[in-house]
């Protein structure tokens, strides 16, 4: 490949990376919602990845990511998405404002892995289940944790657990802590996961008192035990 001659400038790259015109057109939309086909989205962007004409997880509005940020930093967030036409409908955020490039100290990147998360559906649809519920799980989980809302990303987790065990030929997820067979340290997070249950069903079912509730966002089990606990299933059904 030639360099480009000596007085000519070379191509400026998109301000923003590859999703950075569509933060753009975002940030110069009016009104308070908004309908996009994919093709419109690449025309801004150039060719979608796969992942987002097959996975819900894809359009979650998780700041771990970076089509995502594009458009949170604009000031909108993906309400739908219709991958059998094609299409996506996002709607103005709440403070109908754009973020500021630096991140909200009380705003975190998301709990699950995109990349994990996209792994993990491919191999759910190769062995015949339909991986749509548990993409949804995980992506509303990555937009609750990146939120801090300690209740909902306890749940999610809680409820995400629970839907892992088919993916593992077990019954239950007592089951796949107990007999799935992990390495030594996989074997570890899957047990402590297996505590969280209970923590999360108190955190859920512990009726409100005279005392204060101290749950907080970090007191989520580490990202690391459950992404490695996924990743580890598709890496296993893989070799």
């Not at 569509?22 to 990845?49: I, K, N, Q, W």
Request: hydrophobic share 40%; net charge positive.
């Amino acid at each position: 490949m030639c360099l480009a001659q000596r007085g000519q400038a070379a191509p400026a790259k998109p301000a923003g990376g590859k999703y950075g015109p569509l933060r753009e057109h975002l940030s110069g939309t009016t009104g308070t919602r908004v309908r996009m086909t994919f093709a419109a989205v690449e025309d801004l962007v150039g060719r979608l990845p796969e992942s987002a004409y097959r996975h819900r997880a894809w359009w979650g509005n998780n700041d771990g990511t970076a089509e995502a940020k594009a458009w949170l930093d604009a000031g909108w967030r993906a309400e739908s998405v219709n991958q059998a036409v094609g299409e996506v409908v996002f709607t103005r955020a709440a403070d109908s404002q754009p973020r500021n490039a630096a991140r909200p100290a009380a705003s975190r990147p998301g709990y699950v892995d995109p990349q994990v998360s996209a792994s993990l559906a491919a191999r759910a649809e190769a062995v015949g289940l339909d991986p749509g519920k548990l993409m949804r799980l995980v992506a509303e989980l990555n937009d609750s944790y990146s939120r801090g809302n300690a209740y909902a990303a306890h749940a999610l987790l809680r409820a995400i657990l629970d839907h892992i065990p088919p993916l593992l030929g077990c019954a239950d997820f007592k089951a796949a802590a107990n007999n799935y067979s992990w390495g030594r340290t996989d074997r570890g997070y899957a047990r402590r996961l297996l505590d969280f249950r209970l923590q999360a069903d108190d955190a859920l079912h512990r009726q409100i008192s005279k005392r204060t509730d101290q749950l907080g966002i970090d007191d989520m089990p580490p990202k690391l035990w459950v992404n490695r606990i996924l990743q580890e299933r598709v890496e296993t059904e893989t070799r």
